[in-house]
């Protein structure tokens, strides 16, 4: 059994000047190795490096306590053990402050020595301050372990002998390959790709992770691993070199993958010694400083933590395509393959075989169909349209050819026609894009596609590179053909499905350049329509598409569709109802695409909202009863959820007259049961009361807080809750801040409870919602509970590098309020700090839209001055920017034990 522990207290085996000479060696060599680094040094210099000085101590102890023991007992059974490294340490692979895995190697004879010998050598390493993986064994424990554990048979098999009895080693490696490894390879990389897919749920199922484990992630140094574990069960091939030599890896691939090991090993080699442990995190402000190292510099229109991070995810994707392509040719090809390769099997257009649900083409015939667009563009069009698997072989023969093609040859008519059908569907049309992608046919289509493979966005906002960003958006598109809402109806109701996909790939490729990215992104359009042949109408929508691509959401998040100013601007732009529901898709898609759990139902709600209030305008149809159907619709369902919801006795033209008086995004947003339950609580309140609903979305891991009651129960309502919520440690994702024509106010938060992993217990919920009763009767104040023991757990430091925060100001989009964007990092209670802030200026909240986008904030309010009017003063108007940008500064530059005590902020002068 191998244990992995430190050193024991009190154990003190051997002279401290021993002990002081090795680990002032140990010390001056990892400095050594650092400053060599710093230098230029290549990774593999340095973890060989680091591997020859850990067996020059651990050799140099072994062989010590042999000769030191004095014990003729010691002496003659130390001729019947050995010394033998495991892992990565087996591999010669060992980085600065990875465990170290050994293995003490007995015959039976020695099973008194051992133990004795072991224990010598493992506390002199202890005492060093390694982490030490150790184990005692004989050649047949060996063996009748490896076959009950996955773990121990994968490490003993790339075993290094240390010192001791080579024949020892030798016998055990020879019964080892024959017993263990060349036994059951079928199931041991089954178990093998299990075990890496496991990781993949728990380390990232992408490769453009924002920040990666070096290790771990897909695309990591363990993709390598697995590669090399499979060439060794298979062919017996210890090294990548090897098994170039034996023809069984291609020589590119062999080079790539020693580019991308080199690239890997030094990043992980400055992340350990900069940490001065096992860091294997490529966290943000890892990644400017390596950029550095790297010698990368910032560029006007790429930053250097850009250019670093492109390569990184470059190096990663190849290393993640070869290793699954190789393991992919290790596995057992089942027996109905086989036979099937020596059927005949019917050509479709002469020159695609279909075998189960795999699609290729014939070796005699790959010269012509490499040579051809057309046929590319078909293998592409078939695969995508049958939904069939396109041989791995073959793509990376496609991606190696692509080299030698221009892209000038994929302008014709018909390599038009094919791409526009691969992206109209039906089928699987993401996925066949990613396929192109990935064999770098895409980027001969769309050139542009080639420059921002890889390419991160340094923004804290958008969880994936450009590339891979773009590609999800179109899955989200074709996904959102299936929903059953208004997103759906719309979605199918989209003709030109090939124009929405191109668009919506389009929208951010003019990223990583010095203009704004929509500027970009609009001669990027207008290439591609000309490239692919479209007429005036078609390269209109096309080019408005991708270059207005954030107006929807902009407008819908950011304004209120109500307001006529808003309203019309938006519906002259868009132009027509064809125009509107691409728009929509793309928007929703795009905003699906940032990342998990961004699209909210709220955010839809909005989106659909400023839709349906669109659609007249640019329909002419403005007396359609569009969205009094739907309110006649929802007002059905909430009746028939009432029972449910423990309600009854609700009209179902009470309930509409009653959703009437809410905005369209609450009646959309809402689910039809919490609907019943807050219009419960709104028959039965009364003047200044407060009702507080509470509940948890398992789905999100979120809690829910809905608050019901009137305008003029207190001042600075919104302030007030946001407060609770940031001195209970409740952090604040999206806020729907609602008041109704007659003054009845349905404010709901979505909040983390970051004292539980699941639902918080009922008690904690209802002990919140009294005490957001309290406050907002004014029975104890916000700074009171700071007071009692508030506290902001600040769960994630900011980035060395953060965004600036900026407040907007906005006095032309509405006639009745100032409006007031504000966007900075996130912190919990940073909500709290801007509506204390705006309240102690005098001013009225009177709607607000809030959200969190990943780690930063875009928030919204509508604000008027005490006299309930907009404020025009200039300079009235400055100092509101200044002062709430200056408390925004203060609690974020704030360190943590000062942020967890907001009163200490000088936030209230």
Request: glycine residues 8%; negative net charge.
């Amino acid at each position: 059994m191998t244990v992995r522990t430190e050193h024991p207290a009190g154990v003190d085996l051997l002279k401290e000047s021993e002990i002081d000479a090795a680990a002032a060696l140990l010390v001056e060599q990892r400095q050594v190795l650092t400053q060599r680094l710093d230098a230029g040094a290549s990774g593999a210099e340095v973890l060989a490096a680091l591997t020859d000085l850990v067996d020059g101590l651990i050799i140099g102890r072994y062989r010590n306590a042999v000769r030191q023991g004095g014990d003729e007992t010691l002496l003659a059974g130390s001729q019947h053990c050995c010394l033998v490294a495991l892992g990565g340490y087996g591999r010669r692979e060992l980085a600065p402050h990875s465990d170290i895995d050994v293995m003490f190697l007995y015959r039976p004879e020695a099973g008194q020595v051992a133990p004795s010998l072991s224990s010598q050598v493992l506390h002199h390493l202890w005492d060093l301050g390694f982490q030490v993986g150790h184990s005692v064994r004989t050649v047949q424990d060996c063996i009748e372990l490896a076959t009950e554990d996955l773990t121990i048979r994968t490490s003993m098999m790339e075993a290094r002998f240390l010192a001791g009895s080579a024949a020892l080693f030798q016998e055990f490696h020879r019964r080892y390959f024959r017993q263990v490894v060349s036994r059951g390879t079928d199931r041991f990389l089954e178990q093998k790709i299990e075990e890496r897919r496991r990781e993949y749920d728990k380390f990232g199922e992408t490769v453009y992770l924002l920040e990666p484990n070096v290790k771990k992630s897909k695309g990591g140094l363990r993709d390598l691993h697995v590669l090399q574990w499979a060439g060794l069960a298979r062919y017996h091939a210890a090294t990548i070199q090897e098994l170039a030599d034996r023809g069984i890896l291609s020589r590119q691939d062999f080079q790539a993958l020693v580019e991308a090991r080199e690239f890997l090993w030094r990043v992980r080699a400055l992340l350990h010694f900069g940490a001065g442990m096992g860091q294997e995190i490529l966290t943000f402000d890892e990644q400017v400083r390596l950029a550095a190292k790297f010698g990368f510099r910032d560029q006007p229109h790429l930053l250097a933590v850009e250019q670093f991070m492109q390569q990184y995810y470059r190096h990663t994707m190849g290393l993640h395509e070869i290793a699954s392509r190789f393991v992919e040719r290790c596995r057992k090809v089942p027996f109905w393959q086989k036979v099937a390769q020596y059927l005949p099997s019917p050509r479709i257009e002469g020159t695609f075989v279909v075998t189960g649900q795999q699609l290729t083409v014939p070796p005699e015939l790959r010269s012509r169909f490499l040579d051809s667009p057309e046929l590319l563009l078909g293998l592409f069009e078939l695969a995508g349209t049958k939904r069939l698997r396109i041989d791995t072989d073959l793509l990376e023969e496609i991606h190696r050819h692509m080299d030698s093609v221009s892209s000038e040859a994929f302008r014709t008519p018909e390599v038009s026609r094919r791409f526009l059908k691969i992206l109209g569907g039906p089928g699987a049309v993401a996925s066949t894009l990613e396929a192109m992608h990935r064999a770098h046919l895409l980027e001969k289509l769309i050139p542009v596609f080639a420059t921002v493979r890889g390419l991160m966005q340094f923004n804290q906002y958008h969880k994936y590179t450009v590339d891979e960003h773009s590609l999800l958006a179109v899955a989200k598109a074709e996904a959102l053909g299936q929903d059953a809402g208004v997103l759906g109806e719309v979605c199918r109701e989209i003709k030109r499905k090939d124009l929405l996909h191109l668009a919506v790939l389009l929208h951010d490729l003019g990223k990583g350049r010095e203009e704004d990215h929509s500027e970009v992104g609009r001669a990027i359009a207008e290439d591609a329509a000309a490239r692919l042949g479209f007429d005036e109408r078609e390269t209109q929508s096309l080019v408005f598409l991708v270059h207005q691509h954030l107006l929807m959401a902009h407008t819908a998040f950011r304004r209120d569709p109500y307001d006529e100013k808003v309203l019309l601007p938006f519906a002259r732009a868009v132009g027509t109802p064809e125009v509107l529901r691409k728009l929509l898709v793309l928007t929703a898609a795009d905003i699906a695409a940032v990342g998990p759990g961004v699209l909210t139902k709220w955010k839809e709600s909005l989106l659909v909202e400023l839709y349906l209030r669109a659609l007249p305008e640019v329909s002419g149809d403005r007396a359609s009863a569009a969205s009094g159907a739907r309110l006649e619709t929802i007002a059905g369902e909430v009746a028939k959820a009432s029972p449910a919801a423990g309600i009854a006795g609700m009209d179902p033209g009470w309930i509409e007259s009653q959703l009437a008086q809410f905005p369209l995004r609450y009646v959309l947003g809402t689910a039809p049961g919490r609907i019943a339950a807050h219009l419960a609580a709104v028959r039965q309140l009364t003047p200044g009361e407060v009702l507080v609903h509470d509940g948890f979305n398992a789905s999100l891991g979120t809690s829910e807080y809905t608050v019901i009651t009137t305008d003029e129960v207190t001042p600075g309502l919104f302030s007030k809750i946001a407060g609770v919520m940031a001195a209970k440690g409740l952090q604040i994702l999206d806020a729907q801040i609602v008041t109704r024509q007659d003054g009845i106010v349905v404010d709901t938060f979505q909040v983390v409870d970051l004292d539980y992993a699941g639902a918080p217990p009922a008690d904690r919920r209802t002990a919140i919602a009294q005490t957001i009763v309290q406050v907002l009767k004014g029975e104890i104040s916000v700074d009171m509970l700071m007071a009692q023991g508030g506290r902001l757990p600040v769960s994630k430091p900011l980035p060395a590098h953060r965004q600036p925060t900026e407040v907007q100001v906005d006095n032309e989009t509405s006639d009745r309020f100032t409006i007031l964007d504000v966007f900075a990092d996130d912190r919990q209670g940073l909500l709290y700090v801007m509506t204390h802030a705006i309240v102690q200026l005098g001013l009225s909240v009177h709607a607000a839209r809030v959200s969190t986008r990943l780690d930063q904030v875009a928030d919204v309010f509508y604000v008027t001055d005490g006299q309930g009017t907009k404020i025009t003063d200039q300079e009235r108007l400055n100092a509101i920017r200044t002062r709430i940008k200056d408390d925004i500064g203060r609690f974020l530059d704030a360190p943590a034990e000062r942020q967890a005590d907001v009163s200490s902020l000088s936030l209230s002068s």
